[in-house]
């Protein structure tokens, strides 16, 4: 199976060495990725596992603007040669290109949606309920649903953030479908919302594989696993982060897929108060994934989006 590669510089040799945080869902995705790899070229992969300064100090997470830290400190590993690649999950990648690593596969997508964990359905939880989530994303949208519950913002794992709600702390969290099932979870959700109720984080449920830009043996091997629809369906979603210039946190919802050789993307910018959303749809040509990412988010800016994004409770 690995004949094609086997021959070319830099391809043969030992394992190839996938730098990964060390959290169960870090490591599932990663193994899932290494299996798949070499299921398609014959090349063995080994997981090393990467602590962070973000794995060590909650703090310092925040103060550095979130994932970033992780994210950062895996690049570091590539760039320094420690590890040859690493997979992320797509929606913690900020926009912005940095110097050196390369976006080198995304994978078949899981699924995209975001899930109410609870015992009971949105419909069911009585009046005042108090649902757990720190995303102005997932806040305004839920308060456009569901006005009169209570939003408590919460940080931490997807296990930290259940445990709230089994010790009755919260009546419910919400929580990517995609990452419940990595960590084997999913017997906590009551409803997966459709998009059209809960638009996701722009590349939720996908993964990115990253490797040093000036590796192209690397680029090749990596890229036998990268799925060209899910990659031009998180074109389409990240453009509109990238022109709104607004990040992981911001109060951005997009989906885009393909039905029938259209491309077909959704978008939403709400207020962080939930009190006003603005939410769009284009579609058109696959091959211009790009293109019709930016014309939407020129659209939403012509609709506000820019003054939506600055109000904040
Ligand atoms: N920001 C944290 C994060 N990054 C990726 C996932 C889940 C998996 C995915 O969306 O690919 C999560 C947890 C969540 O939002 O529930």
Redesign the pocket.
Known sequence: MSQGLSGRPGATGGPLRLGTRKSL?ATTQSQRVADLLTERTGRAVELVGVTTQGDVSKALVAQMGG?GVFVNALRDKILSGEVDFAVH????LPTSETPGIALAATPAR?DPRDALCSPVKLADLPHGARVGTG?PRRIAQLRALRPDLEVIPIRGN?DTRLAKVTDGDLDAVV??H??LR?IGRVEAVGEVFDTDQMLP?PG????ALECRSDRADLLELLGTVNDAATRRAVTAERTILAVLEAG?SAPVGTYAAEVEEELHLTATVAAYDGSRQIRLSASGHPDAAEQIGRDLADRLLAQGADQLMGERD
């Open positions: 869902m994932t999950s797509l929606k913690d899981d995303s997807a929580l990517a995609a990452g990595r984080a939720q449920g996908a993964l992981c």
